[in-house]
C-alpha cells in the first residue's frame, strides 16, 4: 500500500492499526516513520 506522506498518511496508519486492535489482533506490528 503506497500512500503520500503528511497527516493523512498518519491518520490512515492510526485507523488501520485501530481496526485490528478492534478485531484482537494484538501482536499487529506497524512500522512507520513517526515514532
Not at 3 to 10: N, S
Not at 19 to 25: F, P, R, S, W
Amino acid at each position: 500500500m503506497q500512500v503520500k506522506k503528511g497527516m493523512e498518511d498518519r491518520a490512515v496508519l492510526q485507523f488501520v492499526h485501530g481496526l485490528y486492535h478492534d478485531m484482537g489482533i494484538q501482536d499487529l506490528t506497524v512500522q512507520t516513520d513517526y515514532e
